[in-house]
């Protein structure tokens, strides 16, 4: 509709394909139905420029450019580098992101008959090509791999033709004898780029001088074409109101382009982190790679490819059967239907759900209101409910309403209420147990939280207690566990995560200690760690036994990502059966970036990095979010968080 002429050439110069193949381990696993469509840059840019001089428009080049020319509106569309941007960097306050990994453009004279992902690895380590045709004698090969490999091969001394002879005879059998073409190719990091404000008085940025996204995604020509027609439609519904119309543009494209740019991140740190798959099976790892940036997920992918997505399902029934022949399977469950082994615990489908307590428990006992919520999230259909943080001491309580496991009355009152629950239905109750610790003695959380109680308070115990304190607590979670065996329960789940006590000794924002117990990680973990030994002990092996941690505090100087994997492997090693990925809420200094999902990249790392079994939610809402987050191995299982 912008420009039908131009439009309809184009068009007509397309290679068109419908399938991605991945090679991977000597397999290659390909997926249908994706609609590509792609041609040479110097074919487009030869159809723009007939176009521009039909239209009247004149065309120069090879002048180098050390200021702005003059005009009513002064359009920078040129590139990255941009000298527009450069000129007025002030007003447009870019920010760079510069990737950890390095790539060249590379051409080859073999025709792809598939958008193609490959995986070689060498001595130097890991190598992955993005390959695709772009007319009916070329296709574009991109080599990328971490700056570590990339030195290791030593071609960060290389000369264009050292790489080329490099990456040919890495890839030599999926070249299939043919050669690699190179144009200026050199080793560069990509650069995300975006900027504060597109347009400064009546020069306007467009393309990837305002913005780019991974090459991964595939969308920066197309995002530029976009930004020139909504340009040009903003200019034409504001004739005379040259501030305004550039106003309309930059509202219509930025959030546009900033989904574009979050999608494109999220196919970036898959590559630069694809080594943490490299214990999945071909199948898994395709699907894990489909669904990367966020767009394609279990649902879409069976519309698109019915036959694929049945293979995986398939495939993750049968692992999660124990079986080795996937092929077996004709009509497979979908992967949040399949069931989990946890030792000896057979869990019948990985959905949980976790209903909100509401403070209505008296001296700790569970009541009516408690055997309702949870029989009614039984009920739902899910394999697991967990239940409300279950303090383990009076002094371990959040609020005077706190259910608790510390007296011979609530283990009753739990023993019915799980009874009731194994009767109607075949869920399965995790016992959440924790301790408040420095958020104790607060007020009910109807009213908001952390409001210390205004009278019948009692003292609270933090990072700072002593020994005889840390004796008593992890007597009472050995005393709470085993009353909740007396119960029936057949999963206990330890809270050490939120700010509460145990996770206070974890993270470096509350643990300021300087003894063995304070400082670095191992010594911060040292009496979590003892507390998970002594209840591991008094819980029968049989039994799985899991754990809550924070993947981050999201606070500057706080636990992050890295020493999470490495107190999940810290647990893992004891005999922690599964972790439940928390973040935040250990300062008030929290800064949260809640969203869509916002724990399941978290939870995908500390799965396949700690090699541990997670569970995760983070607003996932749909059954197709879970399907995807859990065919594709990032969770064992999903919290669904149901809307209404």
């Known amino acids: 509709?912008?420009?039908?002429?131009?439009?309809?050439?184009?068009?007509?110069?397309?290679?068109?394909?419908?399938?991605?193949?991945?090679?991977?381990?000597?397999?290659?696993?390909?997926?249908?139905?994706?609609?590509?469509?792609?041609?040479?840059?110097?074919?487009?840019?030869?159809?723009?420029?007939?176009?521009?001089?039909?239209?009247?428009?004149?065309?120069?080049?090879?002048?180098?450019?050390?200021?702005?020319?003059?005009?009513?509106?002064?359009?920078?569309?040129d590139g990255v580098n941009s000298l527009a941007r450069r000129l007025h960097e002030g007003a447009f306050r870019p920010s760079l992101h510069v990737h950890s990994t390095k790539f060249v453009w590379f051409g080859t004279d073999l025709v792809f008959q598939a958008f193609t992902f490959i995986f070689r690895e060498n001595d130097h380590g890991l190598f992955q090509v993005h390959a695709y045709p772009f007319d009916a004698a070329t296709s574009t090969f991109i080599v990328e791999c971490p700056e570590a490999t990339w030195r290791a091969a030593g071609l960060d001394e290389a000369t264009e033709e050292d790489s080329i002879a490099y990456c040919e005879k890495l890839f030599a059998e999926d070249l299939a004898g043919r050669s690699l073409m190179s144009n200026r190719s050199l080793w560069v990091s990509f650069v995300t780029l975006s900027n504060q404000t597109w347009h400064d008085g009546n020069l306007v940025l467009l393309g990837d001088a305002a913005h780019t996204a991974h090459f991964t995604i595939g969308s920066g020509t197309k995002l530029a074409m976009e930004d020139a027609i909504a340009l040009v439609e903003a200019l034409e519904r504001r004739p005379r109101n040259l501030e305004a119309a550039l106003v309309d543009y930059e509202m219509e494209r930025q959030p546009v382009v900033e989904r574009f740019q979050q999608a494109a991140l999220e196919s970036?740190?898959?590559?630069?982190?694809?080594?943490?798959?490299?214990?999945?099976?071909?199948?898994?790892?395709?699907?894990?790679?489909?669904?990367?940036?966020?767009?394609?997920?279990?649902?879409?992918?069976?519309?698109?490819?019915?036959?694929?997505?049945?293979?995986?399902?398939?495939?993750?029934?049968?692992?999660?059967?124990?079986?080795?022949?996937?092929?077996?399977?004709?009509?497979?469950?979908?992967?949040?239907?399949?069931?989990?082994?946890?030792?000896?615990?057979?869990?019948?489908?990985?959905?949980?759900?976790?209903?909100?307590?509401?403070?209505?428990?008296?001296?700790?006992?569970?009541?009516?209101?408690?055997?309702?919520?949870?029989?009614?999230?039984?009920?739902?259909?899910?394999?697991?409910?967990?239940?409300?943080?279950?303090?383990?001491?009076?002094?371990?309580r959040i609020t005077p309403g706190t259910p608790g496991m510390y007296r011979e009355e609530h283990a009753e009152a739990w023993r019915r209420i799980l009874e009731r629950i194994h009767a109607e239905s075949e869920a399965r109750v995790i016992l959440q147990l924790g301790h408040a610790g420095p958020r104790g003695s607060t007020r009910p959380r109807r009213g908001g939280v952390d409001r210390p109680l205004r009278d019948g308070g009692w003292p609270v115990l933090s990072s700072s207690m002593g020994g005889d304190d840390m004796r008593l607590v992890t007597e009472a979670f050995v005393r709470s566990v085993g009353m909740a065996l007396a119960a029936d329960c057949h999963l206990v789940l330890l809270n050490f995560a939120h700010g509460y006590l145990l996770s206070s000794f974890i993270s470096p924002l509350s643990n300021m200690r300087h003894d063995h117990h304070g400082g670095s990680l191992e010594h911060r973990m040292r009496f979590p760690l003892e507390v998970f030994d002594a209840v591991r002990s008094a819980w029968p092996r049989a039994r799985p036994l899991g754990v809550s941690l924070n993947a981050?505090?999201?606070?500057?100087?706080?636990?992050?990502?890295?020493?999470?994997?490495?107190?999940?492997?810290?647990?893992?090693?004891?005999?922690?059966?599964?972790?439940?990925?928390?973040?935040?809420?250990?300062?008030?200094?929290?800064?949260?970036?809640?969203?869509?999902?916002?724990?399941?990249?978290?939870?995908?790392?500390?799965?396949?990095?700690?090699?541990?079994?997670?569970?995760v939610g983070g607003n996932i809402t749909t059954y197709d979010e879970a399907d995807t987050v859990l065919a594709a191995g990032r969770a064992d299982l999903c919290q669904i968080d149901p809307v209404g």
């Not at 107190?567 to 250990?586: I, S």
């Open 268 to 396: 970036a740190t898959y590559f630069e982190t694809v080594r943490r798959r490299s214990s999945f099976e071909p199948l898994q790892f395709a699907f894990n790679l489909l669904t990367r940036s966020g767009r394609i997920t279990h649902l879409e992918l069976r519309r698109r490819d019915p036959r694929f997505v049945t293979a995986v399902d398939a495939s993750f029934a049968a692992r999660a059967e124990g079986r080795r022949n996937a092929s077996a399977v004709l009509i497979a469950a979908p992967p949040m239907l399949a069931p989990l082994r946890l030792r000896e615990e057979r869990v019948p489908n990985r959905v949980v759900i976790a209903p909100v307590g509401d403070d209505t428990a008296v001296d700790g006992t569970p009541n009516e209101r408690h055997e309702g919520q949870l029989l009614e999230a039984a009920r739902s259909g899910a394999g697991l409910v967990l239940t409300e943080m279950v303090a383990v001491s009076p002094e371990g």
């Open 552 to 615: 981050t505090d999201w606070a500057r100087g706080g636990t992050g990502p890295d020493e999470a994997v490495a107190a999940a492997r810290m647990m893992r090693d004891r005999g922690c059966d599964f972790v439940r990925v928390l973040v935040g809420q250990t300062t008030r200094r929290t800064r949260p970036e809640y969203g869509r999902l916002f724990l399941v990249p978290f939870s995908d790392r500390i799965r396949n990095e700690a090699d541990v079994a997670t569970m």
């Open 1 to 77: 509709d912008a420009d039908r002429p131009t439009f309809d050439r184009i068009i007509e110069s397309f290679a068109t394909w419908n399938a991605i193949d991945i090679r991977y381990r000597g397999e290659t696993v390909r997926s249908r139905g994706h609609a590509f469509s792609g041609l040479a840059r110097k074919q487009l840019l030869a159809i723009l420029q007939e176009r521009c001089r039909e239209l009247g428009v004149e065309l120069k080049f090879f002048q180098e450019m050390i200021d702005l020319p003059e005009g009513d509106l002064v359009v920078g569309a």
